[in-house]
């Protein structure tokens, strides 16, 4: 996937009144109306996220145009099916950065269609072609295993639906967490990492070669799609992550980061999403981006940063062959996933 690295502001004002907004959308965590709201809602098993990464990661490469990318749409559909959603495909033909023809389908599964009121929560499916960020050179052109980036967000969605799943299909309902009064979209975008490698010499419009079925998506609005806002799930699994706010997120969406950093805060889960960053903002280029700007989603991003890592800002795995269920933690799977079904169970 396309993450550009750290664009930091260049302009002074703009760095000042970003230091000056993030105080300002986030009360202090020892506030009496945070402290008086607690964990609600199932209990997100990272046990089970972590068995659908692993599921994902046995089809081996799901980049574009391979048997394996074919392989996990069926079970994916499958899967959210097998939940009660109802799941419709977009199907299209885009343009990779070097002519190749993808043939791309973003999955939408629905959770009670016949509300109007609904959440979307979405994530990319599909892998990265090549190790491109990887230490080793010799494997720049091999194809990544991808449990992190995108295995782990599919996953947390499916988990998600699975508890949902237990209050509509079952004969004796979970009472005790009643599933909430509204509708949830659970959307997979695909080809959205193949972008420009590093390895190509024509680096000419590489920012826009990403986030391709989400940019087809945004501008191909299935008639009369509408949902309050979105939270994209990317990368939500690897070792060591912490959420930060992301830049584009507060552009767009300000007040959902609010609504789901307090809900990581209600849910104990603070310590993974840190509500300031001890350097300058970073902006990603992601599917979030497509959503905020063509569709009029508001729509946050749920993606690690890592201000230390030396490798990438998005951690020592992303894009090289070491993204696999070896650097998986189901402890960051929890933090998310738990952090998400408060979101939801807290909607009004």
């Not at 889960?269 to 989603?297: C, E, G, M, V």
Request: some cysteine.
């Amino acid at each position: 996937m396309r993450k550009i690295l750290l664009i930091l502001l260049v302009v002074v004002l703009a760095a000042l009144a970003i230091a000056i907004y993030l105080p300002a959308i986030f009360p202090s965590s020892s506030s009496e109306e945070q402290v008086e709201i607690g964990p609600v809602g199932p209990v997100f098993s990272a046990d089970s996220a972590y068995a659908f990464c692993q599921a994902q990661c046995d089809f081996g490469s799901r980049a574009m145009n391979t048997p394996g990318h074919e392989q996990c749409k069926d079970w994916i559909i499958a899967k959210f099916k097998q939940y009660g959603c109802e799941v419709t495909t977009q199907q299209a033909d885009l343009k990779g950065y070097d002519g190749t023809t993808l043939h791309a389908t973003n999955i939408l599964a629905k959770f009670r269609p016949e509300l109007t009121t609904r959440i979307l929560i979405c994530a990319h499916w599909d892998s990265r072609p090549w190790a491109d960020n990887d230490p080793d050179e010799a494997n720049w052109r091999k194809p990544i295993l991808a449990a992190n980036d995108a295995a782990s967000g599919v996953a947390v969605m499916l988990e998600i639906a699975r508890l949902l799943s237990l209050n509509t299909q079952n004969s004796t309902p979970n009472t005790q967490h009643p599933a909430p009064a509204l509708g949830i979209d659970f959307l997979c975008f695909d080809a959205e990492d193949w972008g420009t490698p590093q390895w190509s010499e024509n680096q000419e419009n590489s920012e826009n070669s990403w986030a391709l079925g989400s940019k087809y998506f945004a501008q191909n609005l299935p008639e009369g799609y509408e949902v309050r806002y979105g939270i994209l799930l990317d990368m939500v699994g690897g070792q060591g992550a912490r959420f930060y706010p992301e830049g584009i997120s507060l552009q767009f969406a300000s007040a959902i980061v609010e609504k789901v950093w307090n809900a990581a805060e209600q849910a104990g889960f603070a310590s993974y999403f840190p509500k300031h960053t001890t350097t300058s903002q970073h902006y990603i280029t992601d599917d979030h981006l497509p959503l905020n700007q063509y569709a009029r989603i508001p729509t946050i991003d749920i993606v690690p940063y890592y201000p230390d890592c030396q490798q990438s800002s998005f951690g020592p795995t992303w894009h090289t062959v070491n993204d696999d269920m070896h650097h998986i933690d189901p402890a960051t799977l929890k933090a998310v996933g738990q952090t998400v079904v408060q979101v939801l169970w807290t909607e009004q």
